[in-house]
């Protein structure tokens, strides 16, 4: 049972971090900080989880790459 449940688990987040097209790394470790926070004042305290195994610079270029459309050259 508990296998079942983590095989699909697994297979969500792949799927999730398939549709990152930048930064897709970085966008799921914000994905799990977010998701273990029980409370916080800003979104700087993100970058401070565990869980985002990135700088504070990752953070903010996490947030700009969810809107983009293409990669500047």
């Not at 799927?15 to 977010?34: E, K, N």
């Not at 800003?42 to 610079?57: A, C, E, G, K, P």
Request: avoid cysteine; glycine fraction near 2%; charged fraction near 20%.
């Amino acid at each position: 049972m508990i296998d079942a449940i983590v095989t699909k688990f697994q297979s969500f987040r792949n799927r999730l971090f398939q549709l990152f097209q930048y930064r897709a790394g970085a966008t799921m470790d914000l994905i799990d900080a977010v998701s273990a926070a029980t409370s916080t004042d800003s979104i700087v305290q993100f970058s401070l989880s565990d869980l985002f195994r990135r700088t504070y610079s990752s953070l903010t270029d996490v947030l700009s790459s969810l809107f983009r459309t293409s990669l500047k050259r």
